[in-house]
């Protein structure tokens, strides 16, 4: 442990294999770990389902209150729903209206401090930024977003869009009620200007208007060169050509591909022309990849180049007593949708390896991703019939307990959780047990004498309380009574 002292890079990555659940309890196990394992704890914060989740943003702008200098608490990832500020509570108007607000303060609060945040996810943006002018200034001037997602986005998630002063490396928009020209204005944000990968979902251009627009910003000849993958759901693809000209990587999922680009007559009236005329849509796609859905993959308009990576995408197929003809059907459809494209040798084996794959798994009783499959004999749910482990677990937990004993002299407590779960591709959750024990000397040895979860939870409660976190000195007596 002392080589690791000083290697904060080692303990992050340390820390970055647990799940923020395990890294709370893990922070405590020493003060090399402590300040590593804590920031990942508190790292990423999920705010949604209405007054579950208000109720958790009020009580969590209280804790940080009293921790303002303790950088590590304080949020890297946030996500909010908007539902969190309008919960549906029953009573009284002016208590509904009081608890409202008190989250709306409280999301306000912790927006104005979080300035090493860098990642926020905002669902029903739009919802939020009327809700409260100053939630939307609080975002427009955070300075470290890496990661940015708006949900609902309208002309006031447009109009933050355009002022921000982060410059983050991954976008994802999610239009609602914005019109065609708006829509353009977010696509050429100086917010854009160092992003990678670009996620743009509802984006539909039918006016003759708006795709003028389009080609006259195109000539303004500002490029995007770090934009590299696009994501387009629900959107019109050709825009998105024009307007970032250096994409190497498209993924396209409920997207329209324009067909007969070449069979638009100049005395066609601007009402009778597609979607996608004027557009320079007809030159070939430049690109290294690109990845749709198997229904749209005969409105793909170019044949791609032999460099290209084709990935056909299909509802996800579970092993079943009718996998062998789903998989049948699945090849045949990928075959007929293919007809008529240059198709690499690569990509064809590739196409022939998932349906021998699947078959070879159906065989052996397993899903494709590895797990047990629910008709496979060996995935008998046992654990359904009993409420504790199995019989072969207590020898294991033993011999675990007493190599961590033995290796940890300082070692005063010891907690186990084991989680019950099916052995099916679902791997729901059955049971679960938690046991605590107090490290004593036996004659030469240390064993682990049982205690109460209740002594247990509130010594683990004392670990992270703010009176241990001042000094790090582990006090007994302070954490049997601390509630």
């Known amino acids: ?135 939307a200034e609080c975002v427009v001037t955070l300075p470290n977003i890496a990661e940015l997602r708006l949900g609902g986005m309208g002309r006031a998630s447009v109009d933050v869009l355009d002022r921000m002063i982060s410059r983050p490396k991954m976008l994802w928009l999610y239009f609602g009620r914005v019109t065609p020209s708006q829509m353009l204005h977010a696509t050429r944000a100086a917010v854009l200007d160092h992003v990678e990968e670009l996620v743009v979902d509802g984006f539909h251009l039918v006016h003759r208007e708006a795709q003028r627009e389009v080609d006259s910003r195109r000539r303004l000849g500002k490029s995007y060169p770090s934009l590299r993958k696009l994501t387009l759901i629900g959107c019109t693809v050709y825009p998105f050509l024009d307007l970032f000209l250096d994409i190497r990587w498209l993924r396209a999922l409920q997207c329209r591909f324009p067909e007969d680009v070449d069979e638009v007559s100049d005395n066609d009236s601007p009402d009778d022309q597609p979607s996608h005329a004027g557009f320079s849509s007809q030159r070939p796609l430049q690109l290294e990849h690109v990845s749709t859905l198997s229904d749209d993959a005969e409105h793909i308009p170019a044949p791609p180049s032999n460099s290209l990576e084709l990935v056909l995408l299909s509802e996800p197929v579970f092993p079943s007593e009718g996998l062998s003809d789903k998989v049948s059907a699945l090849a045949l459809h990928v075959d007929e949708a293919l007809s008529g494209h240059n198709i690499t040798g690569e990509t064809a084996y590739h196409i022939g390896f998932i349906a021998t794959h699947l078959y070879a798994s159906r065989d052996r009783g397993r899903a494709p991703d590895g797990t047990l499959s629910e008709d496979s004999e060996d995935s008998e749910d046992e654990s359904d019939k009993e409420d504790s482990p199995n019989s072969a677990w207590p020898d294991l937990l033993r011999r675990m307990e007493t190599v961590h004993v033995s290796a940890i002299p300082s070692l005063r407590f010891f907690s186990v959780l084991c989680d019950v779960r099916r052995s099916s591709y679902t791997g729901g959750l059955v049971c679960s047990k938690l046991t605590w024990g107090r490290v004593e000397r036996d004659g030469d040895s240390r064993v682990v004498k049982p205690i109460s979860n209740v002594v247990g939870e509130c010594i683990h409660r004392y670990l992270q309380s703010p009176e241990f976190c001042k000094t790090l000195q582990f006090d007994e007596d302070a954490a049997l009574r601390y509630a």
Not at 14 to 31: D, G, H, N
Not at 34 to 61: C, Q
Not at 112 to 121: F, G, I, Q, S
Request: net charge neutral.
């Open 1 to 135: 442990m002392a080589s690791l002292v000083h290697n904060h890079d080692v303990l992050d990555m340390i820390t970055r294999m647990l799940s923020p659940q395990q890294a709370i309890p893990f922070s405590s196990s020493s003060r090399d770990f402590h300040a590593a394992a804590r920031k990942h704890a508190f790292s990423s914060i999920n705010l949604e389902n209405g007054i579950t989740g208000a109720s958790r943003l009020i009580r969590m702008y209280q804790s940080l209150l009293k921790s303002t200098d303790n950088r590590t608490i304080w949020p890297r990832k946030l996500e909010v729903d908007a539902s969190i500020l309008r919960p549906d509570l029953y009573g009284p108007l002016r208590i509904r209206r009081r608890f409202e607000q008190l989250s709306l303060d409280a999301l306000i609060g912790i927006l104005k401090n979080a300035y090493d945040l860098e990642v926020l996810y905002l669902d029903g943006c739009e919802d939020v930024f009327e809700r409260d002018q100053r939630i």
